[in-house]
């Protein structure tokens, strides 16, 4: 959880499906807000199942959350 940048894989537990996936981060960067700004984290995982990529975008905290949560499953 050191190094988090683009090309890292993490295991994140997926709010869509409620599973772990290995994501690929395909982009960090800050997004301006009314009153600050916020980090955005976009990530990729390939589903074998329906063979293609699927994609989302999260907020920094819930990137974090979603990967503890990956962690402890």
Avoid: P
């Avoid at 709010?15 to 395909?26: A, C, L, P, R, S």
């Avoid at 301006?32 to 074998?48: G, L, M, N, P």
């Amino acid at each position: 959880m050191n190094d988090i940048k683009v090309g890292s894989v993490v295991k994140l537990l997926y709010w869509q499906d409620k599973k772990v996936h290995e994501f690929t981060i395909t982009d960090i960067y800050f997004e301006r807000y009314i009153s600050d700004y916020k980090t955005i984290v976009k990530a990729k995982y390939y589903s074998e199942k329906s063979e293609c990529w699927h994609s989302d975008t999260f907020f920094s905290n819930d990137f974090f959350k979603a990967m503890k949560e990956g962690a402890e499953e």
